[in-house]
């Protein structure tokens, strides 16, 4: 099983041996044999690749991300065919009900909440007996936004009361970093498994190619929360990217067994499908992880 994130950060080439990813700078040249990445990360704009190396990495279904001129996520390689089935599963996904997404829906909202709360209850704050409270209130598919009404209360006792998600700082750009990199690690696993990202189970906007992976990730959102609360960055920095991405191999657990949260993912997506197809939501395995 592929386990290494691949982060590339100078200038440099990178090209296709014999199953190798080969990596050229100035100063050396280093081999990663392909079967080792899970991840690749392209966080410079100076890099260049051959469109031999994209193949083969398309074929190994290496995650690949491409960042910005400021090192931020903006774009990702997603294989046209996940898996040899994939005609099925497609028919498969444009026939789940509207009922059984939304009690798939409502089961994800109730466990993110219940993280949301287990993180505030972590650093100490007494607003998370708050967010528990919404639990009990939540009504089939989240009818009345108790996930919105927990998210303004979760941010400000986590980040303060003057903290908003429309802010440009340092820590809503270390959040975002980290969202998007589990949101790529779960398109992977969306695709590979055969469904398409575009269509979600709650999330449905027009320009929005990962409905369906956002839904996905929203009870790992709190991971990346407390990760970056216990950094507290004051300059979004080479090294909070660091940390961030080490979140990627960190140790959960799911259906009692322990992986790194890459090899997690997959247990968690395939049982959520699974859901979907017996329209049963006690085959959900959530992933659980320490704060």
């Keep these: 099983m592929s386990w290494r994130t691949v982060v590339i950060t100078k200038t440099s080439k990178l090209d296709y041996s014999l199953g190798f990813m080969v990596f050229r700078d100035v100063d050396s040249t280093v081999k990663i044999h392909i079967g080792e990445i899970s991840v690749l990360i392209i966080s410079s704009t100076s890099v260049s690749l051959t469109a031999y190396l994209l193949n083969e990495l398309t074929k190994a279904k290496v995650k690949v991300i491409f960042c910005d001129e400021k090192s931020n996520p903006s774009s990702e390689l997603t294989p046209y065919y996940g898996c040899h089935d994939c005609s099925i599963r497609l028919k498969r996904q444009i026939g789940w009900s509207d009922n059984a997404k939304k009690y798939i829906w409502t089961e994800i909202v109730c466990e993110k909440i219940r993280r949301q709360a287990q993180v505030l209850d972590a650093f100490g704050s007494d607003k998370s007996a708050k967010l528990l409270s919404y639990i009990d209130e939540i009504e089939f598919g989240d009818a009345s936004n108790r996930e919105g009404h ?123 499908f699974n859901a979907l197809e017996e329209k049963d939501i006690t085959l959900i395995d959530f992933i659980d992880y320490d704060l």
Excluded: W
């Excluded at 960190?250 to 997506?269: E, H, N, T």
């Design 150 to 272: 927990a998210a303004k209360v979760y941010f400000n006792a986590l980040f303060g009361m003057d903290f908003s998600r429309s802010q440009d700082n340092p820590i809503n750009s270390a959040l975002n970093f980290g969202y998007s990199l589990i949101l790529s690690a779960i398109n992977r696993e969306v695709v590979c498994s055969g469904y398409v990202t575009e269509l979600g189970l709650f999330h449905d906007n027009m320009f929005n190619k990962y409905n369906l992976s956002c839904d996905l990730m929203e009870p790992l959102r709190p991971l990346v929360d407390a990760c970056v609360r216990r950094m507290n960055p004051q300059e979004f920095t080479k090294e909070t990217k660091t940390e961030l991405l080490k979140l990627l191999s960190s140790q959960v657990v799911v259906a009692s067994r322990k992986f790194p949260l890459l090899g997690a993912l997959k247990r968690y997506c395939d049982s959520v």
